[in-house]
């Protein structure tokens, strides 16, 4: 496995940038949440006036053996399907991406089927034609994870020499929720019921297979629970390159924005191998699905939204990206108690 050179963003700056946001013609905090953002950004790009250059949305799509198993309500040819709707610009992330200048990129990583890769938005990536059904066997090997690792680091290094210190993660792969709620429960040690939730909308009865399922691929697979093993064991191909992916943009000191259960499970592994990566990180979106409130618990992180929404894609990155657009702005552009010639003493009477 590569091993990543992460370090932790100088904090050389933030006593200058706590203050320049202090300084604002604003109470002390007004600003909330976006002054936080403002001073991570700041800190990240050890400088007092970050930018936001070219971002980038990546897709990973992969499909799932533990499909075959009736954990989804929808087939696994969805997943193929799909990704030729993001190739045909008709998703829901294609719509926010364009409506706020993120470049997209969909990588095969691992999809039941062909593309034409001669196609500007899609890389490929593919390891194989999805995973192995982890209810009888590891979905893959921890060679093939170690691909997946370096595949996903790959993509974007090139992404960040075209000029891209901003990106985001998305994912598309029938049955990723059963991937991704093992994967919770094994590295956040909850019970299986407090991972699952009904994925592309389970009902009640096909609701408790699914947790059943994961129990007893569980005890099949007898881990030691070491990250790359559990990763290995249940993750999918598009999981495993997400997780390379975020490792790589932490060590290159970009600023790593998170969508929903998936790209958070995704992170789970990532923060395991190297917690640093948690520094360069923002929680853009806490899904409907009923696990990721536990999973940002046990990260002990705060999303920036909360929709009710459920759709994965990386939408609650596109939707979330003018909230950050709006802390690098205030902080560049927002005119000081000095420079808008107000009296400090006489805002704090005012506050």
């Known amino acids: 496995m590569k091993t990543h050179q992460i370090t932790a963003p100088s904090n050389s700056m933030e006593a200058v940038l706590k ?20 001073l991570q950004i700041g800190l990240i790009q050890n400088t007092t006036s970050p930018v936001l250059n070219n971002p980038h949305l990546l897709i990973f799509a992969a499909d799932h053996g533990i499909t075959k198993e009736g954990v989804s309500a ?27 200048n993120i470049a997209i990129k969909i990588i095969d990583a691992g999809v039941n089927g062909t593309f034409d890769h001669q196609h500007s938005t899609i890389i490929d990536a593919k390891i194989r ?13 921890i060679t093939e994870a170690d691909e997946c690792l370096q595949k996903g680091s ?22 990723n929720t059963t991937a991704a709620s093992a994967i ?9 019921e407090n991972c699952v939730g009904r994925g592309t909308g389970l009902n009640d009865n096909e609701l408790p297979k ?46 790593i924005l998170i969508d929903g259960f998936i790209a958070t499970a995704a992170f789970l592994i990532a923060n395991s191998i190297h917690p640093l990566v948690k520094e360069y990180a923002i929680f853009c979106h806490q899904s409907n699905e009923q696990g990721h409130a536990n999973m940002l618990h046990y990260l002990n992180v705060k999303p920036l939204l ?39 003493k006489e805002i704090k009477e005012l506050a």
Request: glycine share 10%; charged share 15%; proline share 3%.
């Open 129 to 141: 034609m999805g995973t192995t059904n982890f209810l009888y066997a590891p979905a893959m090997t």
């Open 184 to 192: 919770m429960s094994i590295i956040c040690k909850l019970p299986v």
């Open 306 to 344: 909360s929709l009710n929404m459920r759709l994965g894609e990386g939408t609650g990155v596109a939707i979330a990206y003018p909230i950050i657009e709006a802390a690098v702005a205030f902080l560049n552009d927002m005119a000081s108690f000095e420079s808008a010639g107000v009296s400090t």
């Open 74 to 100: 929808y087939p696994q040819e969805v997943t193929y399907q799909m990704v030729l709707n993001f190739l045909n610009g008709g998703a829901a992330i294609n719509i926010f991406c364009k409506q706020n």
């Open 210 to 255: 699914k947790i059943e399922t994961i129990k007893n691929a569980i005890v099949t697979n007898k881990l030691t629970a070491t990250p790359m093993e559990t990763l290995a064991t249940f993750g999918g191909f598009e999981i495993a390159q997400m997780c390379g992916a975020m490792l790589q943009a932490a060590e290159n000191k970009m600023v």
């Open 154 to 175: 790959d993509i974007v290094n090139q992404t960040f020499k075209n000029g891209c210190n901003i990106i985001g993660f998305g994912e598309m792969g029938i049955g």
């Open 19 to 38: 203050h320049k946001i202090d300084l604002k013609t604003k109470p002390l905090g007004a600003l909330g949440e976006l002054e936080k953002i403002a």
